[in-house]
């Protein structure tokens, strides 16, 4: 997990018996995502982490 959940987060999910693995801040996870508004058009978000991100949807 990342390191910016802080170390009391982490210490009690390891006192609870997880295995965690620290990464640094902002290092796991990329996602791009676009849904259909109900009531019409689109909506989009990318994950600014790592590379370029882009969403679009047609």
Not at 23 to 44: C, I, K, N, Q, T
């Amino acid at each position: 997990m990342e390191d910016r959940l802080g170390d009391d987060v982490i210490a009690d999910l390891e006192a609870r018996g997880h295995v965690v693995t620290r990464e640094g801040d902002w290092s796991l996870g990329r996602m791009s995502a676009v849904g259909a508004h109900p009531e019409g058009g689109y909506f989009a978000a990318a994950n600014p982490r790592g590379s370029q991100g882009y969403a679009a949807g047609r």
